[in-house]
C-alpha cells in the first residue's frame, strides 16, 4: 500500500516539531528527575568528585605494592577524617562568634549614629540608614519588663507573647533525629559510594565504555576515556589545592588584621571559592560586616577589603593559569547558567558543585561523539573555525570584527600564516558557495569589499626585519585556544629582503606582476599575495586578466622577473597553459608562477605542474612566498631585450622592447 504523498509531506515538516518538543519534554523529564532524586543523586555525584581527587593517591600506594583495599581504605578514611576534623573546627567557630556577637552591637549602633549624622538632610542616603536602623530595632528582642506587662518601665502597649506547649518526648526525639540524622545518612552515602567507585574503578569504566558504544574501537575509547579522567582529575586536584592555599592566605591575613573567627572565613574562603566569579565576594562580606562591628574605626574593614582584592587577582589571574590553564574550559554564560540551574535542583551544594559538574559535562562532549553537543553548548571553545568566522564576517558585513581577530593573530603569528589559514580559507568557503550559486552579484560585491577592507588593515601591521644570513627565528608564546589549530610560522616569515640581497634582474621598481583570474575573490587573493611580497622586499603591481585582456599592460614590462597567475576558482588546464605559454612569448626569460589556491592532491599538483610547464607551482601564500624569495636570489640569465616583447596573455598588442 503506497503511502499518501500530502500525508508525507505533512510529516516531513512536522517532524523538526516533534523533534523540538521530544527535546523540551526530555530536558524537563531529566531536571525533573534530578530534583526529585536529589536526595540520592547529590551524595552520589560528591563521591563521584571525590573520587576524581582521591584516584592519584590511591595508585601512589598501589605503587609501592599495597593491596587495593587496604589502600583504598587508608585513603578515605584519613581525607573523611580530615573533613570532619573541618567540620568540628567550623562548628565551634561559628558558635564561639555566635556568642560573641552581642558584644559588637553598641559599635554598630554608634557607626549607624554617626554614619546618620554625617548624611542628615542628604535625601536618600539618610533613609536607607534610618531604614537600617528600623530593620535593627525590630530583630532586637524585646525588654524582659515589657514581656512581663510592668507598667513603671512599660513605654509601649502591653506586649502579650503566646508560648507553644511543651513538646513530648517523641515529638524532641524526632525534631533531633530529622536535624542530626539527615547530614549522617547522606555522609555515610558519599563514604560508602566513594569506597565502592575507587575499588571499582575499572569495572565501571568498562561498563562506560559499552554504554559510550566504545566496544567497536576499545583503542580509541579507552585512550578517550583515560584522556577524560586525568584531565578531570588534575583539574580537580589543581583546583582543591589552589582554594585550600587561598583559603590558608586569607585565614592567616584576617587573624593579623584581627577579624573574630579568622579560621571560619578562612575554610569559608576555601569553599565558597569553588563558585566561579561571585564566590570570593560572597566570602568576604561576612568578615567585612564583622570587622566593621568590631572596629570602631575603619582601618580593619580597608585591611580586609584589600586582603581580598589582593589574594583574589593573584590567585585567579596569576597562579590559575600556571596551574590549569586560563579557564576552565567553561564559556562564561555556560557557568552562569549552570549555577542557576544547579542551585535551583540542589540548593546551596549545587552552587558548589556547578562548575565540576559542567566540567564534566564539557569533557563527556568532547570525547563521546553522541554528546557532542554539551561541547558547543557548554564549552568555551569557538562554535566555527577561524575560517568560518572569518567568512561569517564577510557575509554579514561586518569587516570590524574580523580585523580585531586579525590583529590578535599577528600578535603570535606571521600576516602570511594568517592569510593561510583564516583569510584564504574563508575565502574558499565564499568560493564553495559561489560554485553552488548561492551568492548573487551583490552579495559577491559586499563580500570582496569586505575582504578587501580587510586585507588593506591588515597589511599596515609591522614586520620583524631579518636576513637569511644567521639569524633565528623568535621563540613561539603561548597561544590561545582559537591558535591551536594553526601551524607554526615558517622560516620566511620573518624575512624582509634588501635591495642588495637581490640578483640583478630584480632590482626594478616593480619586478613582480600579479594577475588575478577573475571574480571578487580571486582579486582578493592576489591583493594578499602582492602585499605579501611587498611586505617582504618585492614590489609588485596588480592586473586582472580582464583589464589585460582589454589592453591594459603593466609598466616597465621589461623590468619583470615574475609573473603570478592566482586562481581561486576552477578553471580549464588548457587555458591555463595557453595563458603562461603567451606570458613566455611576451617576456622572454619571465619566470611564472601559478597559485592554485584550492588544490591539496599531490598526484593532482604533480600532474598540474608537468601540463602548466609553470616555473613555480604553489598551493598556499607561504609556498609562494618561499619560492619567489628564492628565485630572487638567484643569479637569473641576462635577458634577450633586442627581441620584440609581445603582447602579455590576452591581448593582441605588441610593443617594442
Avoid at 34 to 62: E, K, Q
Avoid at 343 to 357: K, Q, R, Y
Avoid at 368 to 389: C, F, T
Wanted: aromatic fraction near 6%.
Amino acid at each position: 500500500m503506497s503511502e499518501d504523498p500530502v500525508t508525507a509531506q505533512r510529516l516531513k515538516q512536522g517532524l523538526p516539531v516533534f523533534v523540538a518538543l521530544a527535546s523540551i519534554l526530555l530536558v524537563v523529564a531529566t531536571m525533573a528527575a534530578l530534583y526529585l532524586g536529589r536526595d540520592i543523586l547529590v551524595p552520589v555525584t560528591l563521591a563521584i568528585l571525590l573520587s576524581f581527587v582521591l584516584v592519584p593517591a590511591v595508585r601512589m600506594l598501589r605503587r609501592i605494592h599495597v593491596p587495593r583495599a587496604p589502600a583504598v581504605l587508608l585513603v578515605v578514611v584519613i581525607v573523611f577524617g580530615a573533613l570532619f576534623g573541618i567540620g568540628s573546627l567550623i562548628a565551634s567557630e561559628a558558635s564561639q562568634l555566635a556568642a560573641d556577637l552581642p558584644r559588637y552591637t553598641q559599635v554598630m549602633r554608634t557607626k549607624i549614629k554617626d554614619l546618620r549624622g554625617a548624611t542628615a538632610g542628604t535625601g536618600t542616603l539618610s533613609r536607607i540608614v534610618d531604614m537600617v536602623q528600623d530593620l535593627g530595632a525590630t530583630l532586637q528582642p524585646p525588654p524582659a519588663a515589657e514581656v512581663r506587662g510592668d507598667p513603671g518601665s512599660r513605654t509601649h502597649p502591653l506586649t502579650v507573647e503566646i508560648s507553644p506547649a511543651r513538646a513530648s518526648v517523641i515529638d524532641t526525639f524526632q525534631t533531633f533525629a530529622g536535624s542530626i540524622l539527615h547530614p549522617l545518612a547522606t555522609t555515610g552515602l558519599i563514604l560508602i559510594f566513594t569506597i565502592f567507585i575507587l575499588l571499582q574503578r575499572e569495572d565501571l569504566r568498562n561498563r562506560a565504555i559499552r554504554l559510550a558504544g566504545g566496544s567497536g574501537d576499545l583503542r580509541r575509547t579507552t585512550a578517550a576515556i583515560d584522556d577524560a579522567t586525568s584531565r578531570l582529575s588534575r583539574f580537580f586536584l589543581a583546583q582543591l589545592a589552589l582554594n585550600i592555599a587561598f583559603g590558608l592566605v586569607i585565614g592567616i591575613g584576617l587573624w593579623l588584621i584581627g577579624v573574630p573567627s579568622p579560621t571560619l572565613f578562612g575554610v569559608l574562603a576555601a569553599i565558597l571559592r569553588f563558585v566561579p566569579y561571585i564566590g570570593a565576594v560572597i566570602s568576604a562580606l561576612l568578615p567585612l560586616i564583622l570587622a566593621a562591628a568590631v572596629d570602631p574605626g575603619w582601618t580593619m574593614v580597608i585591611a580586609t577589603a584589600g586582603l581580598f582584592l589582593v589574594v583574589e587577582p593573584i590567585c585567579g589571574h596569576v597562579i590559575e593559569p600556571l596551574l590549569y590553564g586560563h579557564s576552565t574550559g567553561l564559556s562564561p554564560i555556560a557557568v552562569i547558567l549552570a549555577a542557576t540551574i544547579w542551585t535551583f535542583l540542589w540548593g546551596p551544594i549545587g552552587l558548589v558543585l556547578a562548575t565540576p559538574l559542567t566540567v564534566c559535562l564539557v569533557v563527556l562532549g568532547r570525547h563521546v561523539e553522541r554528546l557532542w553537543y554539551l561541547d558547543v553548548l557548554l564549552g568555551d571553545q569557538p562554535a566555527l573555525s577561524p575560517p568560518e568566522i572569518f567568512y561569517q564576517r564577510m557575509l554579514a558585513g561586518d569587516p570590524v570584527e574580523a580585523i580585531d581577530q586579525g590583529w590578535q593573530f599577528l600578535k603570535e603569528r606571521a600576516l602570511v600564516t594568517y592569510y593561510d589559514e583564516v583569510a584564504l580559507a574563508g575565502l574558499l568557503l565564499a568560493q564553495e558557495d559561489l560554485s553552488r550559486g548561492t551568492l548573487d552579484r551583490v552579495r559577491q560585491d559586499e563580500v570582496g569589499a569586505a575582504i578587501r577592507t580587510v586585507v588593506a588593515r591588515l597589511g599596515t601591521a609591522p614586520v620583524a626585519r631579518r636576513t637569511w644570513r644567521g639569524s633565528t627565528r623568535l621563540p613561539d608564546t603561548e597561544t590561545a585556544a582559537a591558535l591551536a589549530a594553526i601551524g607554526p610560522d615558517r622560516q620566511v616569515a620573518g624575512i624582509v629582503l634588501g635591495r642588495e640581497d637581490l640578483a640583478p634582474a630584480w632590482r626594478s621598481a616593480t619586478p613582480v606582476l600579479c594577475v588575478s583570474s577573475r571574480g571578487p575573490f580571486d582579486e582578493a587573493a592576489t591583493l594578499m599575495l602582492s602585499q605579501i611580497l611587498a611586505r617582504h622586499g618585492l614590489a609588485s603591481q596588480i592586473l586582472s586578466m580582464a583589464a589585460i585582456r582589454g589592453g591594459e599592460r603593466p609598466e616597465n614590462p621589461d623590468g619583470l622577473a615574475l609573473i603570478c597567475f592566482s586562481y581561486l576558482e576552477p578553471v580549464s588546464l588548457s587555458q591555463i597553459r595557453f595563458t603562461v605559454r603567451q606570458a613566455r612569448a611576451a617576456i622572454p626569460g619571465v619566470r611564472i608562477l601559478v597559485g592554485f589556491w584550492r588544490e591539496r592532491d599531490p598526484a593532482t599538483l604533480d600532474r598540474l605542474r608537468r601540463a602548466t610547464s609553470a616555473d613555480f607551482l604553489v598551493t598556499s601564500l607561504n609556498e609562494a612566498l618561499s619560492a619567489v624569495l628564492s628565485a630572487s636570489r638567484e643569479p637569473t640569465p641576462p635577458r634577450v631585450v633586442a627581441a620584440p616583447v609581445k603582447a602579455l596573455p590576452g591581448t593582441a598588442r605588441t610593443a617594442a622592447a
